[in-house]
């Protein structure tokens, strides 16, 4: 065997073991704060259109997702996307002002959920039955911080007949928000008001009717909302990413949407309007304090 040959086998050896002894580079991580218990939105097992959104994005990007579950109640958004331990939040409004927000991935609205025997034709917020029916509307606790449909109501001094269910509900109970559509099919209440997801979702397999509220907005108080992607405020990079991702999924994206029964409006209608505690209870988020 020549010198030469000994020191080319040499050569291919060394770089053959030191081949193999690298390990494969480490997989992205899409870092990512979800609430364990509110489906539509998620769950801990994976079932929430957004869930199934985010595997979408991840796999887009050829990552895996790390998920930090954290009841969407206050400190949300201050114990993770600000702190830095995660890097996003699926289904914020557009506009709102604790995160950076992508472009939207669906627009909806508030919605009527009844029974389908009602001969109650619901669609606007001043339907003379709502002041005699028993309506359901959800809540948070602080008159600045209410949904939508309660300070509609209230505007209208329709009150006393107004039946309230916590934003948060009982805990302890699987996807809590599902509670004021369930009273709907149990008779307790006449007609929900409810943000249209929430609403789509419960809806369907009780065969109840779900009819979106004409108004776009009520003395200035937004009906409907575009949903995007929070990441953190300083992490424009990653906004802009995800904005890449969203537009080429679209479609897919839509399908999601339709299989869980989401209302959707066109997305071309969409502004970013100024967002406080009303545009995150539409979601079942809290905003930050």
């Not at 489906?39 to 997702?65: K, Q, T, W, Y």
């Not at 992490?235 to 999601?256: P, T």
Request: contains cysteine.
């Amino acid at each position: 065997m020549s010198f030469r040959f000994k020191i080319v086998l040499l050569v291919a050896v060394f770089v053959l073991g030191f081949s193999s002894g690298q390990s494969e580079p480490a997989k992205r991580v899409l870092r990512i704060a979800a609430d364990p218990n509110n489906l539509p939105f998620s769950n801990d097992r994976g079932e929430g259109f957004e869930n199934r959104i985010a595997a979408v994005i991840a796999r887009d990007l050829n990552a895996e997702i790390h998920y930090t579950w954290r009841a969407q109640r206050r400190g949300f958004f201050r114990e993770t996307l600000k702190t830095g331990d995660c890097d996003m939040v699926m289904g914020v409004p557009v506009g709102f002002d604790k995160a950076l927000v992508t472009s939207p991935y669906y627009r909806s609205a508030y919605v009527f959920v009844s029974c389908p025997d009602s001969e109650t034709r619901f669609a606007s917020l001043d339907a003379p039955a709502l002041r005699t029916l028993r309506v359901g509307v959800q809540l948070i606790g602080d008159d600045g911080a209410n949904t939508p449909p309660a300070h509609a109501l209230a505007a209208r001094g329709i009150v006393t007949n107004v039946i309230g269910f916590t934003v948060y509900g009982d805990y302890r109970q699987p996807n809590p928000p599902a509670r004021i559509v369930d009273a709907v099919a149990r008779g307790d209440v006449d007609v929900a008001l409810v943000w249209g997801p929430l609403g789509g979702y419960f809806a369907n397999p009780k065969s109840l009717k779900v009819s979106p509220v004409s108004e776009t907005t009520d003395s200035g108080v937004p009906f409907q909302f575009a949903i995007g992607i929070g990441v953190s405020r300083k992490n424009s990079a990653l906004r802009d990413e995800l904005n890449l991702v969203l537009a080429k999924h679209d479609r897919e994206i839509k399908r999601i949407l339709d299989d869980f029964g989401v209302p959707q409006l066109p997305l071309e209608a969409a502004a970013a309007n100024p967002t406080n505690a009303l545009a995150m209870a539409q979601s079942g988020q809290e905003a930050p304090k």
